[in-house]
């Protein structure tokens, strides 16, 4: 069984969206005025309440005159927003990690969720609507069916859209092998296959480069937390989230069509951060991190293999026909000739040949 997440896209009517911000809103004061609260704490005692006492600090704030509008949330959801907290503050504590202690949430972001539990099928999905307590039946379009029920779902706003997202369980379903091997070169223009095979990847982002730039100049022309400003502000985010849909739908259409073709398929750990902060536009334009994390859990669903090479492995700079290794290799350089045996072949593709003997080593 894999866990897979199911989104779908809500249409709720003006009235329902909001209280939807409503929720979310009063999800968020919950999260900065625990965390506030915390620091306070920890600054005095040295210790931390976590969540059993801050639920029972919640039930007090919730009957306060001053916060009764706390009550037009489900408390579930304000219950999930202090388990999420206090996953977050455990996690910094136990692993330390980059991101550092949990941090206080905006009010200027069009990008906001909250976590529903104790929900199913039959109670909240009815004739082509989810219900939300507190909300009601709000339309949604279910593109496809679910594998399983669900327990708890979140509810996510993105650029102004709507969307609920299910977690369900699904089964491994083995695909009828195919015999075949691949490895894959991953560049800034192409993938490459070690088959000759080639895949173009869209510049998405680079394509709508004028639209945006255009977006942004209209939003530096207007008075800062105005409503016009607001305004140009969701249609930048608005484009910004097509092109986001655009590189996730190819990327999806290609990783499955590459697990239904091949049995095993190798790959290059590439350094992702590290190409990024070289370039960032050519990182989010050919999909690196994305493609590889679809081609592993797809790999695990349909009972195929993704096999990564170390990032070190000089597959650019290795002849394929004689394995000898070039010392210098500029990224001009195209076409690869091996000094050596004279062997001359596309330098993508003998890359790619090359990763995929020493994956399958």
Same mark, same amino acid.
């Given at each position: 069984?894999?866990?897979?997440?199911?989104?779908?896209?809500?249409?709720?009517?003006?009235?329902?969206?909001?209280?939807?911000?409503?929720?979310?809103?009063?999800?968020?004061?919950?999260?900065?005025?625990?965390?506030?609260?915390?620091?306070?704490?920890?600054?005095?005692?040295?210790?931390?309440?976590?969540?059993?006492?801050?639920?029972?600090?919640?039930?007090?704030?919730?009957?306060?005159?001053?916060?009764?509008?706390?009550?037009?949330?489900?408390?579930?959801?304000?219950?999930?927003?202090?388990?999420?907290?206090?996953?977050?503050?455990?996690?910094?504590?136990?692993?330390?990690?980059?991101?550092?202690?949990?941090?206080?949430?905006?009010?200027?972001?069009?990008?906001?969720?909250?976590?529903?539990?104790?929900?199913?099928?039959?109670?909240?999905?009815?004739?082509?609507?989810?219900?939300?307590?507190?909300?009601?039946?709000?339309?949604?379009?279910?593109?496809?069916?679910?594998?399983?029920?669900?327990?708890?779902?979140?509810?996510?706003?993105?650029?102004?859209?709507?969307?609920?997202?299910?977690?369900?369980?699904?089964?491994?379903?083995?695909?009828?092998?195919?015999?075949?091997?691949?490895?894959?070169?991953?560049?800034?223009?192409?993938?490459?296959?070690?088959? /000759? *095979?080639?895949?173009?990847?869209?510049?998405?982002?680079?394509? &709508?480069?004028?639209? =945006?730039?255009?977006? @942004?100049? $209209?939003?530096?022309?207007?008075?800062?937390?105005?409503?016009?400003?607001?305004?140009?502000?969701?249609?930048?985010?608005?484009?910004?989230?097509?092109?986001?849909?655009?590189?996730?739908?190819?990327?999806?259409?290609?990783?499955?069509?590459?697990?239904?073709?091949?049995?095993?398929?190798?790959?290059?750990?590439?350094?992702?951060? /590290? *190409?990024?902060?070289?370039?960032?536009?050519?990182?989010?334009? &050919?999909?690196?991190? =994305?493609?590889?994390? @679809?081609? $592993?859990?797809?790999?695990?669903?349909?009972?195929?293999?993704?096999?990564?090479?170390?990032?070190?492995?000089?597959?650019?700079?290795?002849?394929?026909?004689?394995?000898?290794?070039?010392?210098?290799?500029?990224?001009?350089?195209?076409?690869?000739?091996?000094?050596?045996?004279?062997?001359?072949?596309?330098?993508?593709?003998?890359?790619?040949?090359?990763?995929?003997?020493?994956?399958?080593?």
């Amino acid at each position: 069984m894999t866990n897979l997440k199911y989104k779908y896209r809500l249409y709720p009517t003006i009235k329902q969206s909001d209280s939807l911000n409503q929720i979310a809103g009063n999800c968020r004061f919950v999260w900065n005025h625990f965390l506030a609260l915390e620091s306070a704490t920890y600054a005095a005692t040295k210790k931390f309440n976590f969540f059993h006492a801050n639920s029972a600090n919640l039930t007090k704030l919730k009957s306060d005159i001053d916060k009764d509008w706390l009550k037009l949330a489900p408390a579930v959801a304000l219950q999930q927003t202090l388990r999420y907290l206090d996953t977050s503050m455990k996690t910094y504590f136990k692993h330390k990690t980059t991101k550092g202690f949990p941090k206080f949430k905006s009010k200027r972001n069009f990008d906001s969720s909250f976590s529903l539990t104790m929900v199913s099928k039959d109670t909240n999905i009815k004739d082509n609507t989810f219900y939300i307590p507190k909300v009601g039946y709000v339309d949604c379009v279910f593109s496809r069916d679910l594998p399983s029920d669900f327990a708890s779902c979140q509810i996510k706003q993105e650029a102004g859209i709507w969307f609920v997202v299910l977690t369900v369980k699904k089964k491994t379903t083995p695909l009828p092998p195919t015999g075949k091997v691949v490895g894959i070169d991953l560049n800034s223009h192409t993938y490459v296959c070690s088959d /000759g *095979i080639e895949f173009v990847i869209p510049k998405y982002l680079s394509e &709508n480069q004028t639209k =945006i730039k255009k977006l @942004q100049r $209209e939003l530096s022309r207007k008075k800062k937390e105005s409503n016009n400003y607001k305004k140009a502000q969701l249609k930048l985010r608005q484009l910004h989230h097509i092109v986001k849909m655009q590189r996730l739908d190819y990327c999806h259409k290609l990783t499955t069509s590459l697990i239904n073709n091949y049995d095993i398929i190798c790959l290059e750990d590439l350094n992702v951060v /590290g *190409i990024q902060k070289f370039n960032g536009h050519i990182t989010k334009d &050919n999909i690196f991190a =994305i493609f590889r994390s @679809q081609l $592993e859990y797809k790999a695990i669903l349909y009972g195929k293999k993704v096999i990564c090479i170390s990032r070190w492995f000089p597959s650019s700079k290795t002849c394929n026909s004689c394995g000898v290794i070039k010392e210098k290799l500029s990224l001009k350089e195209r076409i690869y000739e091996c000094e050596h045996c004279g062997h001359i072949e596309d330098r993508d593709l003998n890359s790619a040949k090359n990763i995929l003997v020493e994956g399958m080593k």
